[in-house]
């Protein structure tokens, strides 16, 4: 049994948004939930249309709601919550015109820089207007090239501001990995940042751009930024039938005046594209109103922020995170943006910068708390954090051991909220709440109106079975479509095609009897030996706790007509795969997982391929050593230690 962990106390539960979000809703509706998460969560999904348009009036979105609450259609993504009404995202953001801090940036190397509520609107204002004056309209692509930094907020904010649609790519991308992404959706505008930096290295990012505008005719508008803290560009890059133009130029004008044009609910905002590790990347379109009332539930319900917190998320622009967390600024709290390497000369850095930033909420991936735990470091010895209420954890599955260490080892009078969800949309499925006790090993529950459920193959509801993740209730952050696709027969494909109009999520997941949840893997990399499904986090939570191994990769491989299981692990220094060690870990896994999970093969390798994003692809290591082609390298962070798992002799008897 799953051990509690922590639980919020009765006065926290009484300040809480959640509370005073009841609060509202049990007057209006003259309903009693008493604090009751599954009370109130049951009302949630049965009164759909009452809540999210609740969560409209509840956060004071500014804007203008028309009286239907929901459009209704037999097919599951054409239900339309609150029809004609219409918002404008970045007024929504831009909620504060005042002298507080909005934005806080920090390089790897130190720079540190922070951007008040005025300089922030000021920004947006010009660098929108200057958007109209080249002729930038309302559905035109603007994309952006650039590091996580003020500039590229300003960036976002400006292109939604006039109604034109954003999407991003961080510089981890190469000029091939941009190609595939931009071509796909013809931008108009690139937004670019001259270098940037990761792990010490000066990487400069212009020197790629002649390639990219060769593949991408349609960019016909260059703004240049320069990296925070770095010396300024002395002369703009030309390049024939392109204007370039200075970011600095753009935005040391006085505040130019700018019109927050209102969009439908379901205007399109952003693009954002799937990790591409299976084909060409899907470019899922997101729409302005679902987006803003999902973060804006997300934000204040389930992870209590409020009004001069201090919100600090290590992302890149490349990854949905980033979106979730510049849409922090809408509950009036501040956000810190951190480019670079999270480990750069301190393995520590990120719980350096919550302890200096006073950060409120801290969002980390599970394998950057597995490496802290790695350590054996009490970091409650080091930093206090003494503003820090919230940690939050997503990316892969967050493990038992880890969990403890949080509590034991960072804070422990802490909400460590393990959450799940994906690009799809660019939100979470399931995740934290004040109400509940958090326990070792488990999300808390599903997030407010979303009815998530996990079916067995034959598409029943089961509880404390392993089976699909999926929603069975439409929400308003479903993406509108996929961009260039006719008749929606890849957006089908991808979600609806498992359980006929039940959103199918990918995910292989197990609800416990506390009701939380458990994610076991990706679907696609489930493990079948002899028939069975096994998810590949059950054998990662076991490795994880072996101080001889940095990081792991489990596949299943078809062989003899059935699927064994192989285990690739790579080695801290000072160690080697030894026989006691093979036996140790093998003997680990029977004990706590089953006898099932044990690898029929051990392989150490010296790196694994991944995404940009830092999440793992077993899907091209199984292609791989089953001779299968790899259709999309360019998805990989590192496509060449593919190599490494090419013809592996012990693979071969």
């Known amino acids: 049994m799953n051990k509690k962990l922590w639980e919020a106390s009765k006065k926290l539960k009484i300040n809480s948004n959640l509370f005073k979000f009841e609060k509202f809703i049990s007057k209006r509706f003259k309903k009693n939930f008493n604090k009751n998460y599954e009370k109130f969560h049951s009302w949630s999904v049965k009164n759909s249309h009452n809540f999210w348009n609740s969560v409209w009036d509840y956060a004071k979105v500014k804007g203008e709601k028309k009286s239907i609450k929901v459009k209704k259609s037999p097919k599951f993504y054409k239900n339309i919550f609150l029809p004609k009404s219409k918002l404008n995202f970045s007024e929504n953001l831009l909620s504060k015109n005042n002298n507080d801090k909005a934005i806080t940036f920090i390089s790897e190397g130190g720079f540190r820089e922070t951007k008040n509520w005025r300089e922030l609107n000021k920004n947006v204002k010009n660098v929108g207007a200057f958007l109209k004056k080249i002729n930038i309209k309302p559905k035109d692509r603007v994309v952006a090239y650039m590091p996580n930094t003020s500039e590229t907020v300003e960036a976002f904010l400006a292109t939604v501001a006039i109604g034109s649609i954003w999407s991003s790519c961080s510089p981890d991308f190469g000029v091939n990995g941009v190609v595939e992404r931009f071509s796909q959706i013809k931008p108009k505008v690139l937004f670019v940042t001259n270098e940037y930096f990761y792990n010490g290295k000066r990487i400069n990012i212009l020197e790629r751009i002649p390639d990219i505008i060769k593949k991408i005719p349609?960019?016909?508008?260059?703004?240049?930024?320069?990296?925070?803290?770095?010396?300024?560009?002395?002369?703009?890059?030309?390049?024939?039938?392109?204007?370039?133009?200075?970011?600095?130029?753009?935005?040391?004008?006085?505040?130019?005046?700018?019109?927050?044009?209102?969009?439908?609910?379901?205007?399109?905002?952003?693009?954002?594209?799937?990790?591409?590790?299976?084909?060409?990347?899907?470019?899922?379109?997101?729409?302005?109103?679902?987006?803003?009332?999902?973060?804006?539930?997300?934000?204040?319900?389930?992870?209590?922020?409020?009004?001069?917190?201090?919100?600090?998320?290590?992302?890149?622009?490349?990854?949905?995170?980033?979106?979730?967390?510049?849409?922090?600024?809408?509950?009036?709290?501040?956000?810190?943006?951190?480019?670079?390497?999270?480990?750069?000369?301190?393995?520590?850095?990120?719980?350096?910068?919550?302890?200096?930033?006073?950060?409120?909420?801290?969002?980390?991936?599970?394998?950057?708390?597995?490496?802290?735990?790695k350590t054996k470091k009490d970091f409650k010895k080091l930093y206090k954090l003494p503003k820090l209420r919230t940690i939050c954890s997503t990316g892969s599955p967050l493990s038992?051991?880890?969990?403890?260490?949080?509590?034991?080892?960072?804070?422990?009078?802490?909400?460590?909220?393990?959450?799940?969800?994906?690009?799809?949309?660019?939100?979470?499925?399931?995740?934290?709440?004040?109400?509940?006790?958090?326990?070792?090993?488990?999300?808390?529950?599903?997030?407010?109106?979303?009815?998530?459920?996990?079916?067995?193959?034959?598409?029943?509801?089961?509880?404390?079975?392993?089976?699909?993740?999926?929603?069975?209730?439409?929400?308003?952050?479903?993406?509108?479509?996929?961009?260039?696709?006719?008749?929606?027969?890849?957006?089908?494909?991808?979600?609806?095609?498992?359980?006929?109009?039940?959103?199918?999520?990918?995910?292989?997941?197990?609800?416990?009897?506390?009701?939380?949840?458990?994610?076991?893997?990706?679907?696609?990399?489930?493990?079948?030996?002899?028939?069975?499904?096994?998810?590949?986090?059950?054998?990662?939570?076991?490795?994880?706790?072996?101080?001889?191994?940095?990081?792991?990769?489990?596949?299943?491989?078809?062989?003899?007509?059935?699927?064994?299981?192989?285990?690739?692990?790579?080695?801290?220094?000072?160690?080697?795969?030894?026989?006691?060690?093979?036996?140790?870990?093998?003997?680990?896994?029977?004990?706590?997982?089953?006898?099932?999970?044990?690898?029929?093969?051990?392989?150490?390798?010296?790196?694994?391929?991944?995404?940009?994003?830092?999440?793992?692809?077993?899907?091209?290591?199984?292609?791989?050593i089953e001779g299968n082609k790899i259709k999309n390298k360019e998805a990989l962070a590192n496509a060449h230690v593919l190599d490494e798992f090419t013809n592996i002799k012990e693979l071969q008897y």
């Open 218 to 373: 349609t960019i016909k508008h260059i703004i240049v930024s320069n990296y925070p803290g770095e010396s300024e560009i002395k002369q703009l890059p030309k390049y024939k039938y392109i204007k370039t133009y200075n970011w600095k130029n753009i935005i040391k004008e006085d505040e130019i005046e700018l019109k927050f044009s209102k969009f439908d609910f379901e205007h399109e905002l952003a693009i954002l594209f799937s990790s591409g590790t299976t084909g060409k990347p899907k470019c899922i379109c997101h729409k302005t109103g679902g987006v803003l009332l999902q973060h804006l539930k997300e934000h204040q319900l389930h992870c209590d922020i409020k009004e001069h917190d201090n919100v600090f998320y290590f992302t890149t622009c490349g990854w949905m995170m980033w979106n979730w967390l510049i849409s922090v600024l809408a509950s009036k709290a501040s956000i810190v943006l951190f480019d670079g390497s999270p480990m750069y000369k301190k393995e520590d850095l990120l719980l350096r910068i919550a302890n200096k930033e006073n950060i409120t909420l801290l969002g980390v991936s599970a394998k950057y708390i597995d490496s802290l735990r």
């Open 400 to 624: 038992e051991d880890s969990f403890k260490y949080v509590y034991k080892n960072i804070k422990k009078n802490i909400h460590l909220a393990s959450i799940s969800g994906g690009t799809d949309i660019v939100s979470c499925f399931v995740l934290g709440n004040l109400y509940q006790p958090v326990y070792s090993g488990e999300i808390q529950n599903k997030g407010l109106g979303m009815d998530i459920r996990v079916f067995n193959e034959k598409g029943k509801s089961v509880l404390n079975e392993k089976g699909e993740l999926v929603c069975v209730n439409p929400f308003p952050s479903m993406p509108l479509k996929f961009w260039n696709d006719k008749k929606d027969i890849k957006f089908n494909n991808a979600y609806f095609n498992k359980f006929k109009n039940i959103w199918h999520h990918g995910d292989y997941a197990k609800i416990t009897n506390k009701k939380g949840f458990k994610i076991v893997g990706r679907s696609d990399t489930t493990l079948n030996p002899g028939g069975v499904r096994l998810g590949t986090a059950e054998i990662y939570s076991e490795i994880e706790r072996f101080n001889e191994i940095k990081e792991s990769l489990v596949v299943g491989q078809s062989w003899d007509n059935d699927i064994r299981i192989v285990l690739f692990v790579i080695l801290n220094s000072n160690y080697e795969l030894s026989e006691d060690l093979l036996k140790r870990i093998k003997l680990q896994i029977r004990k706590n997982a089953s006898p099932r999970h044990v690898p029929h093969k051990i392989i150490k390798v010296n790196d694994i391929p991944r995404t940009k994003s830092g999440k793992i692809v077993e899907l091209a290591v199984k292609n791989i």
